[in-house]
């Protein structure tokens, strides 16, 4: 999995959904957009919706740093974090056993105990989830 | 109770809040190391109580404190930006465990 942190959480997702991690930089803002889509970005000559995480946490702004060209749904886009942490492999036995179906905006779909001692409580993000809800499909 | 746990193993309680408004007034007022919070609690809850308190200190170390069957609102928190959480009834070794692993 891919570890990075959204406004003093961790968080982490499937790293096969991953295609690249790029330095923040500006993107194009959507008239009537949601407030988490942050807008477009020219990657490569290749348009993408980004979104920021830390807006959809409630957050009111973020320090985005990376995007993570994710893709979800079969659609490509961006994920705005503060920054990349780590990759680690995550035992099975390590996700906690919780009840997602009514938490907050259904993107988490879990939590799990990362770190060498799994001292850690990472937000396991839905990268399909997120594709669903940021490009309205 | 899970301050009684806490003074045992030798940690000062600093003040304790009845309700999630004075929860958050508390924190300001006392910036402690670490925040114990009920998922459940009066007035605000205490999932608001943690996003009022990490939105004033973003590095502020809450750990949440869940009855079973909590377990949605458990993520609801970490979103909102607690550390950790621990499900009553509370048993001391899982407390202190927990509180250590927010402390760092």
Redesign the interface.
Known sequence: MLLFGV???LCACDLNAIREIVPARSTTRLPGAPAWVCGLLNLRGTLLTVVSLAVR???EDSAMRSIIVAEGEGRVFGIGVDGVRDVQSVAGDAF??????????GI?R??ARVGSAR???A?VCDVDAIARQALAL | MVGDILQQAGFEVVGEAETGTQAVEKYKQLRPDLVTMDIVMPDMGGIEAVREITKFDPGAKVLMCSAMGQQALVVEAIQAGAKDFVVKPFQPSRVLEAVQRVLG
């Open positions: 406004a003093g959480r946490f409630g957050e906690e056993d919780v009840d997602v179906q009514r938490s907050a905006g988490v879990g939590l001292d850690q409580l937000l």
